[in-house]
């Protein structure tokens, strides 16, 4: 705990991919680092542990990327899933400097491989970590240990106090004992609020209680709200974030990618009351599994079950939890404590309504629903092939969107337009500034790179100015 | 349930890691796992074979303890060979050796050195065994020719019958729903995974051999080990085509074939045994199994010692001591002899089985199905 009582240019709150990337960054420029890890060893690197993947811009192949991706269509592609909800600069700017931070992360360890199955077809844009998350956490820890960046585990920034547009001090709890050591910048990468289901629940009601939790526990926004509290300029939908939906088996928090399930363009769901409630086939999986967590938050119980049979088995990818399995539907109705009568009903009005055409998961294919509400609008075959199937399903909250505005130095803005002088954000706590709204996969890692490469850097010019 | 707790556990991790998939860069395992979606015992006993415990995998998992989901693929891995080593082991009794296999290995090691000395005294006059002797045929006026024949033949040639029946037993298994046909390619591209240990790269940077950081030790011990092992081996074979085809009757000279292929063997295998030996101290136990270790040292440790000896033995072979090294030397390879087929050494016999069936099922296919290498 001595260390938390010393005296550094620059503290790092967070232990993800953004604050490590700071903290290598500052260190490399000659400050000293100080990097407060609320999680305890084992379980450090937030959200980032469970990341696969990195989109990035280039011009030609690489050794671990197929084709080219410009800066333009990079670009059309986040405005395309933001709806506009972004800032052009910013987004620009984090674009531009994608296709250098691989050379930047590869020489400080990250190890990267070529995609093989199970991505969605990524390995145009994105480049995948070897080993995953955990494993480019655990080559920035070693980095930056080497380096001599000091890191406390174990320990919460729980208040960066502000006067005026300077940060005066900042308090950290650790085993019980609070301390606060002189610093003189400070990076905030301490992430989103969604692990904070009271939080939630002030946007979500007793819903939020029925919530899984994909991602770290510790992802509380404890800093996020202190300084949204200090007049710091909010950015994103408070209400909003991003979430899938995952078996309902899964655990509270910490699933991981493991408990999401691809099933639904080949079933059909229901609610707790054994009803259909949206189309499962409206689009191509990779463009729809973003909104079926929303879907089944609204739905009662925020529960659902996904229905098919065993047509269906080899058709998405496998999930860590067995098939619930039925000779007949009335079986898996009483599996499901569904009401049988109903679950009946809504197979045999969705069977009926089969319009079977081919049949191709590939596709929008003309298999599809006719006369029926809500409709199947691809995909649809009958569910007539025991054994039957089913799982349960829950609203996956994989991220927040509300965060802090920054300005291109990852300075931290005010309410009233002016910048604190010395406090500096990255990764998930200002992310909304790029990623308003919507979802693009591996972005999220090039947001925290790039901006926490921006932060350590400014951080450290402020520090030894 | 044929194998029982150790398989259940590696197919829990199985099915979890299949959903996962983030370590696919790793090793054959993760390609070899995508290709199913459920896993059968036989399955789970070529992957388990297939593991070369580098070790990448559990570093990099996001559930490796203390998270809930412990996932811990190198141990359950590890746990599930022992079991393997004994469901293949031929003849199906003598599969209880290796239970408490340090033991085992070393009665085996004690008898045989003991065996080895009694005989040595009862064939010879005792005084023989202490006497310096030099020139052609010094080594045979300890232990007759014939009978280190005779020995040695008998006991490697068994030893080559039970590892060769271990290996079809393996097959018989583990291949029963391959649905790809063995040919020339496939044994070229296994060997050539044995040969280099492709699969200890960890996706070409190194494995965990020892903790979180990354090195080729491990991968570079085995190797010395492996093919000084091969050298000394080749040093018999010379040395056998001298004495009965050239009739040239040893010790031979420090510079002729026998003699430095023995040497620069003997160095390799001492090198790679206690370096290996040594990794097993310093490293992490937790992705370990310590249902192996005893094995594990076992053979290291005999086979260092037969390399020490054999080294010993070349160094003093013109003194008095010659006698009752000659006979120690013989008594480990004696043992090593023996013990092959009911120690780690299968090890190497059913991970190459597992390299032939991963080079048959990914095999370039002529119709365009997926490849993977």
């Known amino acids: 705990m001595s260390e938390l009582a010393g005296s550094y240019d620059v503290l790092v709150a967070g232990g993800g991919n953004a604050a490590l990337c700071a903290a290598i960054t500052a260190r490399e420029a000659g400050a000293s680092v100080l990097l407060v890890e609320h999680a305890p060893r084992d379980f450090r690197g937030g959200n980032s542990r469970h990341t696969r993947n990195f989109r990035v811009m280039h011009a030609a192949p690489t050794a671990t990327l197929t084709g080219a991706y410009a800066e333009d269509e990079y670009w059309d592609d986040l405005r395309r899933v933001t709806a506009g909800e972004t800032d052009e600069a910013l987004a620009r700017l984090t674009i531009r400097k994608s296709g250098a931070a691989l050379a930047w992360m590869e020489s400080r360890g990250v190890r990267f491989q070529p995609s093989l199955t199970g991505t969605l077809s990524l390995s145009r844009t994105n480049a995948f970590f070897l080993g995953g998350g955990k494993a480019l956490l655990n080559a920035y820890y070693r980095t930056a240990e080497r380096l001599g960046v000091v890191v406390a585990y174990d320990a919460e920034v729980q208040d960066v106090r502000l006067r005026d547009v300077t940060v005066e001090s900042v308090l950290i709890e650790s085993g019980g004992r609070t301390m606060r050591p002189r610093i003189k910048t400070v990076v905030v990468a301490a992430g989103g609020f969604q692990a904070n289901i009271d939080w939630l629940r002030q946007y979500w009601g007793a819903a939020a209680d029925n919530f899984l939790i994909r991602g770290t526990p510790y992802a509380k926004g404890r800093v996020l709200r202190n300084l949204l509290d200090q007049d710091v300029m909010p950015i994103g939908d408070p209400t909003q974030c991003h979430a899938v939906a995952i078996d309902a088996r899964a655990p509270k928090f910490d699933g991981g990618i493991v408990t999401r399930l691809d099933v639904i363009p080949f079933s059909i769901v229901v609610n707790r009351e054994a009803r259909r409630f949206y189309d499962e086939g409206e689009d191509l999986w990779p463009k729809r599994y973003a909104i079926w967590g929303r879907l089944i938050a609204q739905q009662p119980g925020q529960i659902a079950y996904a229905i098919t049979d065993t047509k269906a088995l080899n058709l998405f990818m496998p999930s860590m939890y067995p098939a619930i399995t039925g000779a007949t539907i009335d079986e898996i109705a009483g599996k499901l404590a569904l009401d049988r009568a109903a679950l009946d009903e809504t197979v045999r009005a969705y069977n009926a309504a089969v319009r079977q055409g081919p049949f191709n998961d590939k596709i929008l294919d003309g298999c599809r629903t006719d006369g029926l509400t809500p409709p199947k609008s691809h995909w649809a075959q009958r569910i007539d092939t025991p054994p039957y199937v089913a799982y349960p399903l829950r609203p996956g909250i994989t991220f927040t969107y509300l965060g802090v505005k920054v300005d291109d130095q990852a300075r931290v803005v005010m309410r009233n337009g002016g910048r604190v002088k010395n406090l500096f954000a990255a990764g998930e706590i200002m992310a909304g500034n790029i990623l308003g709204r919507g979802y693009l996969a591996g972005f999220g890692m090039t947001i925290g790179t790039v901006f926490g490469c921006i932060a350590g850097r400014e951080a450290a010019t402020y520090a030894l100015r | ?373």
């Open chain 2, 1 to 373: 349930m044929r194998y029982g707790d150790a398989v259940d556990e590696a197919r829990r991790d199985m099915e979890i890691c299949n959903a996962c998939r983030y370590c696919e860069g790793y090793c054959a395992v993760f390609p070899a796992m995508e290709l199913r979606r459920e896993f059968s015992n036989a399955d789970l006993s070529y992957l388990a074979n297939l593991c070369h415990d580098c070790r990448g995998c559990f570093y990099a998992c996001q559930y490796a303890p203390p998270h809930e989901f412990n996932i811990n693929l190198p141990q359950a891995f590890a746990r599930l060979r022992v079991e393997t080593y004994r469901e293949y082991a031929w003849p199906g009794p003598l599969a209880a050796l290796f239970r408490r296999n340090g033991v085992v290995v070393s009665l085996v090691v004690a008898f045989a050195l003991a065996g080895v000395l009694l005989l040595t005294a009862d064939f010879q006059a005792p005084s023989a065994v202490y006497e310096r002797h030099t020139g052609v045929g010094a080594f045979y006026a300890v232990i007759p020719l014939d009978v280190m024949i005779a020995v040695g033949l008998a006991t490697f040639g068994y030893s080559v019958v039970a590892l060769a029946m271990g290996y079809a037993r393996f097959w018989r298994d583990t291949a029963a729903g391959l649905k790809r046909r063995v040919d020339l390619g496939t044994w070229r591209r296994a060997l050539g995974a044995a040969a280099t240990l492709r699969n200890l790269s960890g996706g070409g940077f190194g494995c965990n051999d020892r903790n979180e950081s990354f090195s080729g030790m491990r991968r570079r011990l085995h190797h010395a080990m492996f093919y000084g092992f091969i050298a000394c081996f080749a040093a018999t074979c010379v040395a056998t085509v001298y004495h009965h085809v050239l009739g040239w009757v040893a010790p031979y000279p420090l510079f002729s074939v026998p003699v430095v292929l023995g040497t620069v063997g003997g160095i390799g295998l001492l090198v790679g045994t206690v370096g290996l030996l040594i990794l097993k101290i310093v490293r992490d136990p937790v992705p370990g199994a310590r249902e192996l270790l005893g094995a594990d040292v076992a053979l290291l440790l005999l086979l260092a010692a037969v390399a020490a000896t054999g080294l010993l033995l070349l160094a003093l072979r013109a003194s008095a001591a010659m006698g009752v090294l000659l006979a120690v030397h013989l008594g480990f390879v004696l043992a090593l002899f023996l013990i092959l087929p009911y120690g780690k050494f299968v090890h190497g016999i059913y991970r190459l089985g597992a390299l032939v069936h991963y080079a048959a099922e990914t095999a370039p296919a002529r119709g365009g199905e997926r490849t993977i290498e």
